[in-house]
């Protein structure tokens, strides 16, 4: 990274085990991108006046590589609420990761315009958790996390619904980046 991680923290009182948290994260980040050249997090929890069940913290980091500027917001009203705050760092550091790998691969032509999706069977699903997983032809599992279905269609997803996939290897190995359902026959036998 070219710049040090800018960190602002409004509402949130200044950890060093957080702040360290996030530098790690940040630059592991570069493993999936090695063009960073900026990133910037803001750690929020609302005022006092917004709280009724303890502070639900807010992330939103913004990163810059060449060409490109990828804004991940983690904001409690759109997202399951973070009642922890690292657990809401860890989260917006899995989105950025992701987007930053659909955009490198977009900038090196490896998403082909044409190219099509694997289907697959949503086999199980913890929605309480946000994640479940796929079951495709071959009898593999992968494991998706809500905020990789596309528009915002998790909360439709049922075990059986068919789906199109894009995987990638995530740290605990195959994962899908982004799953779509299937709009015909979403729900087989």
Known sequence: MQKPVQLTWHHVHPSEEVAERVRLKAAQLERFHPRITGCAVALEAPGHHHRSAGPQYRVRIELSVPGARIVVG????????????????????????????????????????????????????FPANGYGFLRTPDGREIYFHEHSVLRRAFGRLRVGSRVRFAEEEGEEGPQASTVAPVRTGAHPA
């Open 74 to 125: 983690r904001d409690p009203t759109e997202t399951r609420a973070h009642a922890d705050l690292v657990a809401a760092v860890n989260a917006a550091f899995r989105e950025a990761r992701r987007r930053l790998q659909d955009h490198a691969r977009i900038v090196d032509r490896r998403v082909k315009a044409h190219a099509s999706a694997e289907q697959a069977v949503v086999a199980r699903l």
